[in-house]
């Protein structure tokens, strides 16, 4: 008989006097492993927040090991039953392996390192993690990282594990072996939570599926009778069967031709990049896949500072161009969307319009005296977000809401070419969709296309060429998923 460890019944988060999470109901027995959606990174923000022990509940109660926890006890007692794994480590890079996951599970005020050594070696010798216990953490892969953070969990006798979007930060054939070593610790007594936006994981791994939307659960779930393409359809507002607008997107053939090129790279070297080659065209979109991340910012460096590059041309146009930072590059025509672009680039105590109004007054000279500009601007906000949202500051408008701003400013200001840093970094299902429909018109406008992924599956969402770069240098498709599936 399955015993309960952890249950909420009717709870609510508030954050900043708003409600995130309206009603809450769950049931985490002993053994489990319980799998999360959430329709909006907003309500799967709030949850993290919570199991790190970071907030109360504003109503509803909570229930560990069949005792109720008062509120003001929650966060203490969350902060020592739970532990959450994410994409950033929570291990010390200034000590090893062995003193992470034994110097605060040793309740002595003594740093015994040869009682860590021997302690630490059983344990990963028993949960079958191929990790010397004296090897510093900054020198462990990501996968290793998340294995000694599982074990260090298990040795300070944590009830729940929480992991969060780990498919999102760990390669698919990496994926089989820590879920082999989920198995391994959930024989010992372990409990987990899996926070997945929608991945084949959070479907196969689980025992419980509990779906959240607009603040509320729909119910928990047997993942085996759930038909994943109708509950992705439901979450992200499609109606069942209904295809994304293929039609508004630009097809290779149209938009391959070299009189519409409006970007060129050519044998281009940085310090960390060498021999990059690709073309652009009018209304074209180019996914990069980078194996390292770190390339990415070598490729960033390539338009924040045009001195990293050390041979080769880029052209815009049949031009040949070096410019020295963004801001020459956006005259040349070239605008760059960060990471979370949504969180970074828009200024919420300002107005929806106003956030318009500012990317375009650097392309149109005084731009605030032109009533006619500031008209055509309230008429899109009208039309693309709905009327009387155009005097509205952005601090209280939801995380799909500011993504459509973000890429409309881009719709607006025309520019050759946008560079997109990893725009399906965030679990939000409504982020996804408003980013491949708002790509979709950005490329009828004739605007080309530059997005950099690190999450191989990402390549998938979209039409348009692909190239693949490991080391700092492009290499072939099949190099890529040779080394990323092999055994």
């Known amino acids: 008989m399955k015993r309960e460890l952890f249950a909420l019944e009717k709870a609510a988060f508030k954050e900043n006097d708003k409600e995130i999470i309206r009603g809450l109901t769950m049931h985490l027995y002993e053994k489990d492993i319980y799998g999360i959606i959430c329709d909006s990174i907003d309500e799967r923000d709030m949850l993290l927040y919570f199991f790190k022990g970071r907030c109360e509940l504003s109503r509803g109660q909570i229930r560990l090991r069949h005792n109720p926890v008062k509120n003001g006890n929650v966060p203490q007692t969350l902060s020592r039953e739970f532990a959450v794994i994410e994409k950033k480590s929570k291990l010390l890079t200034s000590l090893s392996v062995m003193e992470n996951i034994c110097i605060f599970a040793d309740r002595s005020y003594i740093v015994r390192k040869?009682?860590?050594?021997?302690?630490?070696?059983?344990?990963?010798?028993?949960?079958?993690?191929?990790?010397?216990?004296?090897?510093?953490?900054?020198?462990?892969?990501?996968?290793?990282?998340?294995?000694?953070?599982?074990v260090k969990a298990y040795v300070e006798h944590k009830s729940v594990i929480?992991?969060?979007?780990?498919?999102?930060?760990?390669?698919?054939?990496?994926?089989?072996?820590?879920?082999?070593?989920?198995?391994?610790?959930?024989?010992?007594?372990?409990?987990?939570?899996?926070?997945?936006?929608?991945?084949?994981?959070?479907?196969?791994?689980?025992?419980?599926?509990?779906?959240?939307?607009?603040?509320?659960?729909?119910?928990?779930?047997?993942?085996?009778?759930?038909?994943?393409?109708?509950?992705?359809?439901?979450?992200?507002?499609?109606?069942?069967?209904?295809?994304?607008?293929?039609?508004?997107?630009?097809?290779?053939?149209?938009?391959?031709?070299?009189?519409?090129?409006?970007?060129?790279?050519?044998?281009?070297?940085?310090?960390?990049?060498?021999?990059?080659?690709?073309?652009?065209?009018?209304?074209?979109?180019?996914?990069?896949?980078?194996?390292?991340?770190?390339?990415?910012?070598?490729?960033?460096?390539?338009?924040?500072?045009?001195?990293?590059?050390?041979?080769?041309?880029?052209?815009?146009?049949?031009?040949?161009?070096?410019?020295?930072?963004?801001?020459?590059w956006r005259r040349r025509g070239l605008c760059y969307s960060a990471e979370m672009s949504y969180k970074s680039m828009l200024i919420r105590d300002m107005t929806v319009v106003d956030n318009f109004m500012l990317e375009l007054s650097e392309k149109v000279r005084f731009l605030w005296l032109l009533p006619k500009y500031k008209r055509s601007v309230h008429q899109y906000i009208d039309r693309t977000l709905g009327e009387g949202m155009a005097n509205r500051k952005l601090r209280n408008l939801p995380p799909d809401i500011l993504q459509k701003i973000e890429l409309g400013k881009y719709y607006l200001a025309m520019p050759k070419v946008l560079i997109c840093e990893n725009p399906f970094r965030e679990v939000d299902l409504h982020i996804r969709e408003v980013t491949l429909e708002m790509f979709a018109k950005l490329q009828e406008r004739g605007i080309a296309i530059i997005v950099l992924i690190t999450n191989l599956s990402d390549m998938n969402l979209m039409e348009g060429s692909n190239i693949y770069v490991r080391n700092g240098e492009p290499v072939d498709e099949k190099e890529i998923y040779r080394l990323l599936y092999k055994d």
Do not use: H
């Open 162 to 328: 929480v992991l969060a979007d780990l498919s999102g930060f760990i390669q698919e054939n990496e994926l089989m072996q820590i879920y082999r070593l989920l198995l391994k610790l959930k024989q010992k007594g372990q409990s987990f939570i899996l926070m997945e936006a929608f991945d084949d994981i959070v479907f196969s791994w689980t025992n419980q599926l509990l779906i959240i939307k607009n603040g509320k659960d729909l119910g928990c779930f047997e993942p085996a009778f759930v038909d994943r393409q109708t509950l992705y359809a439901f979450l992200s507002g499609r109606q069942n069967g209904t295809e994304r607008p293929m039609e508004r997107r630009r097809g290779m053939e149209e938009a391959a031709d070299a009189d519409d090129t409006v970007l060129r790279m050519e044998k281009v070297c940085t310090p960390g990049l060498r021999n990059l080659s690709f073309a652009v065209g009018r209304g074209e979109m180019v996914k990069v896949f980078f194996a390292n991340e770190r390339n990415v910012e070598d490729f960033r460096e390539i338009f924040m500072d045009g001195n990293r590059i050390t041979s080769g041309e880029v052209f815009v146009g049949e031009r040949p161009v070096r410019c020295r930072n963004i801001r020459e």
């Open 114 to 150: 040869r009682k860590y050594y021997d302690m630490t070696k059983r344990y990963l010798e028993y949960f079958d993690v191929g990790v010397a216990p004296d090897k510093p953490v900054q020198s462990l892969s990501v996968k290793e990282r998340v294995a000694v953070e599982l």
